[in-house]
């Protein structure tokens, strides 16, 4: 059974960074795609990155060119550097297998943009 642990979320200011981290338990993470997900209030939960074993990105069109995502299989750890935060990027960001129905989702990580 797979377990995710998100860290790295906080209040910053527009135009701030922030690093979230993702520890991951249970799979083989090193054959699998992770990707990290967003979800504000009274929306549905997005996509905003993913990555491959082998390290090939692809990217939501809102974050593309400030957030880059990336992983350390010895580790077991996927990352998301987040730059020129926005306040329209203020939600609860989650890692987790964008390929699997039914994911076991962690408890998420809060981060809020604002002045």
């Known amino acids: 059974q797979v377990q995710l642990v998100e860290a790295g979320g906080g209040l910053v200011q527009p135009g701030d960074s922030l690093r979230l981290s993702c520890t991951v338990s249970g799979i083989i993470f090193s054959i699998n795609v992770m990707g990290w997900f967003r979800q504000a209030p009274g929306k549905q939960r997005e996509l905003v990155a993913s990555i491959t074993g082998r390290g090939v990105t692809d990217y939501a069109s809102s974050v593309k060119g400030r957030f880059t995502i990336s992983r350390d299989n010895a580790e077991n750890t996927v990352y998301l550097q987040m730059n020129s935060l926005k306040p329209e990027d203020t939600a609860v960001y989650y890692c987790?297998?964008?390929?699997?129905?039914?994911?076991?989702w962690g408890q998420g990580t809060q981060v809020t943009v604002s002045s």
């Open positions: 987790g297998r964008p390929f699997v129905v039914g994911e076991d």
